[in-house]
């Protein structure tokens, strides 16, 4: 890689003193290949970078980097299964990447992990990756999933005035929901696939037993908010929901592949399957609709 050449090349003339590394003397690095590569100040710290552009390794980064692919897909699924506007879903997608190097910028950690900045480059945690190939296929997967499981929105706007009031134009209900989505999202923390392929991850195994929990909860307290929904259909969505979120964390555990193929594969897999059910209810196959019919 290229970052390696400059690498080897920049790190025999680096001084280091009680820990502190000093910055290499311009003119010797560029002794011997001066035009092959130029210095560039990141955040005050100066980089060794070859002059030049790879394209294969550029598209190589952005879909072997291990960065939290997986939660870049469930929490947009996550948000419009319970919202349904897929404009609210496009927006928090956009401000969590901004949010991220705003904390970059402002800690000089980045991600909700605070993890240190050394870390982009083996991660390498690319807007193309988080948003084409991760956040927009949550979103569609979402909406997919609600069509196929005819859910129901938990909210209605606009808001009702009075904070009694108790539907989905609640106060109190809006702000209980948001609370539950922020510890969805927050507990996606756990995740971890820092080391690659072939290791086992006892952080996704984990994370699949808090999201039990949690959608229990989520369940348990949202259930008596359809009273125009039948028992059964209510638990049909809830377990579907619970489902798939598992279904796409157990690909993590230990993984196989590359995460980008693997979301890749488990977001087609569960859109097939979708496809299927919401067929299946169309025509009534094993008498599907009519076990979910609603009162």
């Known amino acids: 890689m290229m970052w390696d050449l400059a690498g080897q090349i920049a790190m025999p003339l680096l001084s280091t003193t009680q820990g502190i590394t000093r910055r290499p003397t311009c003119n010797l690095i560029f002794a011997s290949q001066p035009n092959h590569f130029f210095y560039h100040d990141l955040g005050g710290t100066m980089c060794v970078c070859e002059l030049g552009w790879s394209k294969t390794a550029y598209w190589s980064k952005v879909l072997t980097g291990f960065a939290f692919d997986f939660p870049h897909v469930l929490t947009p699924f ?7 506007r897929w404009t609210w879903v496009m927006i928090y997608i956009l401000f969590n990447e901004v949010f991220e190097e705003f904390v970059l910028a ?11 900045p050394f870390d982009l480059e083996s991660r390498y945690d690319a807007f193309i990756r988080d948003v084409l ?7 569609i997967l979402g909406i997919k999933f609600v069509k196929a499981l005819r859910v129901p929105s938990y909210l209605g706007f606009p808001l009702a005035r ?3 009031v108790d539907s989905i134009h609640g106060k109190a209900r809006h702000a209980k929901v948001f609370f539950q989505m ?3 999202k927050q507990i996606t923390l756990i995740y971890n696939t820092d080391h690659g392929m072939g290791q086992f991850y006892w952080q996704n195994l984990a994370l699949m037993g808090a999201y039990c929990l949690v959608h229990l909860s989520f369940y348990l307290s949202n259930r008596k908010d359809f009273p125009d929904y039948s028992p059964q259909h209510i638990v049909s969505w809830h377990v579907g929901w619970l489902f798939c979120t598992l279904f796409m964390c157990v690909f993590a555990v230990k993984p196989g592949l590359q995460e980008a193929y693997l979301v890749i594969i488990s977001v087609v897999m569960l859109y ?8 299946m209810l169309e025509q ?10 609603n009162p």
Do not use: E
């Not at 996550?78 to 349904?84: A, S, T």
């Not at 402002?106 to 991600?111: E, Q, V």
């Open 106 to 116: 402002l800690t000089g950690y980045w991600g909700f992990t605070y993890d240190p």
């Open 133 to 139: 190939l991760c956040g927009i296929p949550g979103l």
């Open 182 to 184: 922020l510890v969805l």
């Open 162 to 164: 009075d904070w009694t």
């Open 78 to 84: 996550q948000i419009y299964v319970v919202y349904q």
């Open 272 to 279: 097939a399957l979708l496809c299927t059910i919401d067929f």
């Open 284 to 293: 009534n196959i094993f008498g599907l609709a009519r076990r979910l019919q």
